[in-house]
C-alpha cells in the first residue's frame, strides 16, 4: 500500500492540470537570483487525478494483561479426543446446524482484562477478515467446556495470559485433531513437541521480528512481546508449517511457529507477540516504543493476514459501500435564498447541471427509487431535516470564520471522489458562494498508477474551491497553492488553545506528518486558468479518528495526555475541515498582503526538513542540505560545492525516510 502522492503541475510547474478550453498554462517559475534550476522534479501532479487515501478503520483503544507464569507442556495424552467432537464425513468436520461459519475467541475468565483482551482481538480481526462471511462470538469457558461449538467454528482464538485449564486444553486439542483451526495470542495454548518458556526480559517490550510468509518472502517489523519464547518440549515433534517468526537477534528466539496437526488438516499458528494491540495500548510505556509500533503498524496487519488467510479465512478487500446522494447546504441563512435563485437559472428543464465527468440533479427530496451512479448523482436541495452520525453540520457552522471560502457545500456520506463533484459548478456559481466538496468516505479516490483506495470513516476528505487573481502575488506563484493548503491543516489543529504542542507537521511539497515518522495526511490541487482568473480545485485528505493502519491526530492527542498528563480531547473531522479553510482564507489573505514572507515564518515552524541532508537521484548521487522554499515555492538545496539549486514538484518523488531525492520510476 503506498503512500498518497498529492503533487503539482508540469504545465504551470505548480498545482493544476491542463488548462481549460485551450487557454495556456501561466509558467510560474521565478528563480531567485542567479539560482540554477536542477533538473530534478518531485512529484508530478498531472498523473494524479484525485486523492487517494490508504488507511482503514480504527480499532478500539483498550488495556493490556499482565501475562502470568505459562506451563511447559500441555502435551499429554490424546487418547479419546475424538469423543468430544461431532460427527465427520469424509475426514471432515460437518457443520450439523446449519449455522453461519463462527469465529470463537476465548479470552479467559470474565475479568475486566479479559473483557478488554476480548475487544482488542475482535477489532483487529474486523480489520483483517470479510466480516460479510463471519460471525465473531465470544466463547467463555463454561461454554468451551460443555456446548457443541466445534460443530461450525472455522477459527478458534486463543488470546489469554492466564493458564488455559487442562480439560480445556484436552478439548482445544480435540477440535484440532478433527481439522479444527487455532489462533493462539499470546497464549500459554501449545503442542507436542513445544513449550512456552518465560523471557522475562521481553514482557511487554518492542522487539525487532523477522517473518516468514507461506511464499518465503520475509516481513520484517517491530513487535511487543509477550515475555514468552517457544521452544522443543516434550512429546512428538510435529513437522512446523511454513509460516514462522524470530527475533532479529543473535538468539534468535521462536515467536510464532505453524503447526500442522492431525490426519483431517487441523493447523494451529502459535505466537508469543501481542498481535491484536494497537500502539496505543497502555501496554505500550515510551513515545519511541509507540513510534516504532506505528512505523510498524501496516506490517502487523500484512503478517496478521498472512495468519489468517493460512488457517483458511477470507481476507479480501471489503466491498465498496453503496453510494449515497448529495446534499445541497449553506452555512449561512443569507446566502441560500441567492444560492437557490442562481440553481433555478442555470439548471436544464430536468433539473441537471451537466459536467464532462458527471451529472448533478437536483431534487427536492430522495427516494430509495432513485438511482445513484458514478456519473449521475443526484443532489437533495431540501435539508432542513438534513443529519448524519459522521458530520455534524452545526459543529462545522460554528467552526467556518471565513468570508467566502466553505460556505455553500456538497455533503455526501459515501461518493466516488469529491474532486469531481464541483466540476460543473465551479466556473459559473458567483465566488462568493465558496464552493466546497465534503465526504465521509469515497470509493474512487486514486492514487499513482492504477492504484486505488476506499477511503475510510474517520478521514476529513473534501475538495476545496478556490479563486486567485492571476495578476496577484499568489496569482504569479501557483505552487504556494499546495504548501499553504498542508499548512492550514497543521495550523487549523496546533492553534487551537492547549493543542499547539500537538506535532502535527508539514513535508514538502502537499503531505501532512506526524514528527518526521508518518504521513497521516496529503493536498492533491487542480488549477485551471480561465482569463485573468485561476481556478484551484484543492483535494485534501487527512486521518482524523482512522488509527489503523497508519496513525491520526487523535493517536497524536491521545499520546500526548499520556506523556503529558494531559486531557486533550478528541477532535472531529467536521470541526477540522471547517478550521481548516478558516485557516487556507487566512493565509492567502496575508500571502496576497506580503508575498511569500508572511507566510513562510509559520511553514518553517512547523516543516520536517530544517538542515535536513539528502542525496541527489541515489544514495551514492551528490549531498546537499534543504535550506528552505525560493520564491515561487520550489526547494532550494545547498550542495558540497557551495552551488545552490531549485528543486520543483514534478516528476520525481521524494523519499524522505530514505534521505533521497529520487527520479520517479517511469
Sequence with gaps: MEDPQSPGSASTRGPGGAPRGGEPAVDGDRGVGSVEHCPLHLSSCHECLELENSTIESVRFASAENIPDLPYDYSGSLEGLADDLPPERDGRRVNVTGKAPNILLYVGSDS????DRLQQVRSALADCVDTDC?????????????????DNCLLLVIATGEPVPEDLSRRFTAYLSQGGKVLALASSFTLPGFRVT???LLQDMVQSLVFCKADGSLVRLSVLSSGYVYEEGPGEPLGPGKLHGHLDSEDGDRLVVQVPFGTHGGEAVLCQVHLELPPSSPAVQTQEDFNLLKSSNFRRYEVLTEILTTLGLSCDRKQAPALTPLYLLSATEEIRDPLMQWLQKHVDPEGVIRSSKLSLKFISSYTSEIEITPSAIPVVTDTESFSSENFDFEIYRQNLKTRKLGKVILFAEVTPTTMSLLDGL?????QEMGLIAIAVRQTQGKGRGKNAWLSPLGCALSTLLVCIPLRSPLGQRIPFVQHLMSLAVVEA??????YQDINLRVKWPNDIYYSDLMKLGGVLVNSTLMGETFYILIGCGFNVTNSNPTICINDLITEYNKEHGAELQPLRADCLIARTATVLEELIDTFQDQGPNGVLPLYYKYWVHSAQQVHLGSAEGPKV??????????????????????????GNSFDMLRNLIVPKER
Design 112 to 115: 475486566r482484562d479479559g473483557q
Design 134 to 150: 463471519y460471525t465473531v462470538y465470544h466463547l467463555p469457558p463454561e461454554s468451551a467446556l460443555k456446548d457443541p461449538w466445534p
Design 198 to 200: 518465560s523471557k522475562a
Design 426 to 430: 465551479m466556473f459559473e456559481m458567483p
Design 493 to 498: 489543529v496546533r492553534s487551537i488553545p492547549g
Design 625 to 650: 542540505w534543504i535550506v528552505g522554499l525560493d520564491d515561487s515555492g520550489f526547494l532550494l538545496v545547498h550542495q558540497e560545492n557551495g552551488d545552490v539549486v531549485t528543486v520543483h514538484p514534478d
